[in-house]
Structures are given as C-alpha cells and as structure tokens.
C-alpha cells in the first residue's frame, strides 16, 4: 500500500486537494446547474417504476419535478436520456438520493474521473500531473456544470492505454469497456483492442455480455429494441437542431442539406473516420512502439465529422493529444499546436471564464519545461487562432430569434422524448441559421482534431524513411 502511494504522480496531493476545493466553492456558490444529472436521474427513476425511459412520459413530470425554474420555462418540452440500459443503471441507483446530495456527489464523482485519467497520462508521458489538471480544465468546468457523464468515458479510455502499454490486458479491456457510456465513442476503442490486441478480447466479449445482460434486467427486451429502432433515431433527428453540435450533420443541416440527408452523410463520415482511426492507431502504435494509441487514437478520430458530437465530447480526445505531443517523433509541434485547441471550448458566449479558456495554453510550458521553444510557439499561435475565433465570433453574434409555437402533437405524452426535445429545439432556434458565428468558434477545435490525425499519420513517414534508410544501407 506505502509503494501504491509513493507511485503517484510529483503534486498530486496538493493539486487533487485544491482541485476539489475550487469544485466546491464553485458548488457553493450555485454554479453548476446539473441539468443533464436531472435528465438522466429521472431516465433511471423512470425505469425503477417500470415505465419506459425513452417515452416524453412520465419524464417529463419527473424532469419539472426535479428541476430549476429555468426548465420549466421550455413548456412542455423535455430533454431525453438517449442511452443504453447499461448505461442508465448507475444513475437509477443514483436517483435515490435526495437531489441536494446528487448533485453534490455527481461533481465529486466527475472530478475523480478527471484525476484518474490524469494519473494515467501522466504514468504515460511522465508529464507534469498539475499542469494536466490544468489541460483539462476547461472540460471538465462544463461536464461539471450541466452533469454529462463523459468525463467517466475520459478515464476509462486513458486508463486502458496505460493498461495496454503495461501489458495488463483484462484491465485495458474493462476500462475501454467503461467509455461504453459514451457509446459511438466508446465503441471504437473497444473495436480497436479487440482488433489489435487479441489477449483483450475474451475480457470485452465478458463485458459486452454483462452489459448486453443488464440492459435486459433495466429495460426488458422490447425497450431495448425500441432504443435502437426509435430513440436513437428520433435523437440524432432532434441534435440537428442543437447549437452545441460539432458533428457534420448539423453543418451540412446549416448548409441547406435536409435533415434526413444530413444524418446519413454524417452516419458514412462516422463509420470512415472510425474505420480511419482503428486502423491508424494499429499503424502508429507500431511505428512508435506505444500501444497505447490503440484505444486512445480512434476516439480523437471519430470527433471529426459523424452525426451527434456536443462540446462537452472534445475532453476525449485530450489523451490522445497529450500522448502524442510526447511521443511523436517528427511534426511534435503540431501536437502542441493541437492540443490547447482541444483542451479548450470556444463555442460557449465570451463572457463565460475566462481564465479556464486559456488554461490549456498555460499550461503547455510546464509540461514541455520549457522557457522557450518551437513548442510553445506553436502553442502561442494556436492561444492566436482560438482568441481570433472567439472575438470574431462574438462580435457577429445575432440577436436571439423569437421562439415560434412547437407543435402540439410531438409533445404528446406517448411519444419518443427525442420528439418534443428535437421540437423545443427548433422553436429556440428557426433553422437553418445565418449567422457564421457558429463557424468561426468551431474552427479552432475542428483545427487541433485535424492537426492531430495530421501528426499521428505523419508518423508513418517517418516510419518509411527509416526503413528506406535501412534498406540502402542493406544493400550497399
């Protein structure tokens, strides 16, 4: 147990000890909403009392209940808990405690999250644990803030490419089996190990089970088909509309494409980029000799482009970026160009904080320790290109649209959630969208994914040389 501890990483005491401090006073204060904690609580409640989840009722009743003021503001809109049974079942436990306690357990629980991944990165590129914290700030501020559960994702990718790179394979596979909460992300990391490293795959074929098993327990067999046939649909209908999206579909929908169109191109743009990154991640965790880029390189990949890909998602392709910038062996500093443009969140209004935007350039000279170098000029340019976006953004921002009246049959009771939700949406926001201030705030983040795969498939030419080279000096 007394060598477990002196394994942690420099600073990890004090800075876990201030990192909950500051949770807390932000908790104090009323700061984080939780919204999302409530939606997916009530889905659990829902399922408890043996009515169906993904139905507008009775979740929306327990949505008003449960909520602020603010929610009862949309009327009779609802917000819908579009996951697995699996994945609801932590939050069904979770809704038996009183609210107050729920929604100050959630944000301890996202935190540790963050510090277990944290660790885990800092084991793989023996970084500073600190400035990692302060890497992931940003993030893990609006995770926090409107209860998502994918910072639980976060850490169970970046602890099963510490676990693949020690060899610990049934480890690796129940923590890639844990970013499972965040499905369509989750699943290509788990696809990768079960491809790449065939010692996981008698561990993942176990956890798929498991959760296939409980989500029959939580849900019953009928439910589960209708998840699949009806709520998952119905959801990526709905997300077209949201403003928070980064996914291909919504931009295509803000192009003129309709939105049937829209989401199966942005289906085809997911299913290529996953089959991108699972076989890139093979390709560059040979070059480097790093297996850890198995899971943690087709989670960055599929970001880009697909159908249903919010804000709060980017904190997964943190490791990876991190990682990278530590082990690249040609291109580094498009790595640390990427990585503060991930790590940081530009689509949220100007006046939200705005030293955790600028966390993440800050922190990059205490993990490259360095005073001055082609790094941080890169990073210099990238904290540029994201401050550009932001105050252009801001300053073409248009007024808000006057809500238009939401049809009354979607937001009957028997109907999928998705339904009411997707009709809330386009009331708020009458599509398609003019302003370009959408654009310009994704530009950054949309850059640093990009200029990730960049690094990571650059990686493969350097591979070539080197062999190239071999090759001559065989032959002479």
């Known amino acids: 147990m007394v060598k477990h501890f002196q394994q942690m990483p420099r600073g990890f005491y004090w800075s876990c000890l201030l990192a909950f401090v500051l949770v807390g006073a932000f908790y104090a204060r009323g700061a984080f909403r939780e919204s999302i904690l409530d939606t997916f609580t009530c889905a659990g409640q829902v399922v408890l009392d043996g009515a169906d989840p993904y139905r507008t009722e009775p979740l929306r009743t327990c949505e008003r209940e449960r909520s602020d003021s603010k929610r009862s503001e949309n009327g009779d809109a609802v917000e819908p808990a579009p996951l697995p049974g699996y994945a609801l079942a932590p939050f069904a436990l979770l809704s038996k405690l009183p609210r107050k306690v729920e929604h100050a357990v959630f944000p301890a629980l996202l935190l540790g999250a963050v510090i277990l991944a944290c660790v885990a990165i800092a084991k793989l ?5 600190p400035a990692l914290l302060v890497v992931f700030a940003p993030t893990t501020f609006l995770n926090i803030l409107y209860g998502e559960n994918t910072l639980f994702a976060v850490a169970g990718i970046a602890l099963a490419g ?3 790179s020690r060899r610990q394979y049934v480890l690796a596979a129940v923590a890639a089996s844990c970013s499972m909460v965040q499905p369509h992300i989750g699943l290509v990391s788990c696809l990768a190990l079960f491809l790449w490293v065939p010692r996981t795959r008698r561990s993942l074929l176990l956890c798929g089970v498991l959760a296939a098993a409980l989500s029959v327990a939580m849900l019953g067999v009928e439910r589960n088909i209708e998840y699949f046939r009806l ?14 999206q980064y996914s291909l ?14 989401i199966q191109l942005g289906s085809v743009s997911y299913v290529v980029m996953a089959i991108f990154g699972v076989w890139l991640a093979k390709r560059v965790s040979d070059t480097l000799n790093a297996p850890e880029f198995i899971p943690l390189l087709p989670a960055a990949a599929v970001l880009l482009g697909g ?3 919010h804000d709060v998602q980017m904190s ?8 990278l910038a530590c082990r690249a062996r040609t291109h580094k500093w498009l790595a640390w160009f990427a990585l503060p443009l991930v790590a940081g969140l530009f689509d949220q209004p100007i006046w939200r904080p705005w030293l955790l935007r600028l966390a993440p350039f800050a922190a990059v000279p205490f993990l490259t320790k360095e005073r001055w170098s082609r790094h941080l000029s890169a990073s210099g340019a990238a904290a540029a290109i994201a401050i550009c976006a932001l105050f252009v953004g801001s300053a073409l921002r248009q007024p808000i649209a006057a809500p238009i009246p939401m049809p009354a049959d979607l937001l009957d009771g028997r109907r999928i959630a998705s339904d009411a939700w997707g009709a809330y949406l386009r009331s708020q926001d009458p599509p398609p969208s003019k302003s370009p201030e959408e654009w310009i705030q994704r530009v950054p983040t949309w850059l640093g994914l990009i200029c990730i795969l960049v690094v990571a498939a650059g990686q493969l030419k350097e591979r070539r040389g080197a062999d190239r080279e071999l090759e001559e000096f065989t032959l002479a």
């Open 125 to 129: 590129t023996t970084f500073s644990f």
């Open 162 to 164: 510490l676990a693949v």
């Open 231 to 244: 709520a998952l649909p119905g959801q990526a209908l709905s997300e077209v509309y949201a403003d928070d």
């Open 249 to 262: 579909t919504r931009m295509l929908f803000l192009l003129g494409v309709s939105p049937a169109l829209a």
């Open 307 to 309: 159908t249903f890909v």
């Open 316 to 323: 997964l392709a943190i490791p990876c970026a991190v990682v």
